[in-house]
């Protein structure tokens, strides 16, 4: 019902910024005022998924307190676009990223979600950040 595809993974020397994207398809009429809570995710090697920053139905944004002040998550005009710009990169930010969605509003910030309150997924892109 929604499908999901991230782009912009690259490798990137410490400090460096990126800015990832993932693009939604979807039908409005499914999801009038394109009601659907988005949210960026990312796993290491070994490590469990963790949400790294959320996007509500109303615009309100969240996030992971090892990021904030240093990635913006953002959506395009059309709503069906979802950005991560990523600022001062670090070598522990290397993981997959990927980005999730889920209908209505969030249910909360991205502290307190899980992956299971996620019903979609795109297949992740790569960012690794050297040592």
């Known amino acids: 019902q929604i499908e999901l595809v991230e782009s912009g993974g690259a490798s990137v020397q410490p400090g460096g910024s990126l800015t990832l994207s993932c693009a939604a398809s979807?039908?409005?009429?499914?999801?009038?005022?394109?009601?659907?809570?988005l949210a960026w995710f990312r796993q290491a090697p070994g490590k469990e998924r963790e949400g790294v920053a959320e996007y509500d139905v109303d615009g309100t944004t969240t996030y992971v307190d090892s990021v904030k002040g240093r990635f913006i998550i953002s959506k395009d005009t059309a709503g069906h676009t979802l950005y991560l710009l990523m600022n001062d990169l670090r070598p522990e930010g290397s993981a997959v990223y990927y980005c999730?969605?889920?209908?209505?509003?969030?249910?909360?910030?991205?502290?307190?979600?899980?992956?299971?309150?996620?019903?979609?997924w795109g297949p992740g892109t790569q960012v690794t950040v050297p040592q």
């Open positions: 999730a969605a889920d209908p209505g509003s969030c249910v909360d910030g991205i502290q307190d979600v899980s992956v299971t309150d996620f019903g979609y």
């Open positions: 979807y039908s409005i009429r499914n999801y009038p005022g394109h009601r659907i809570c």
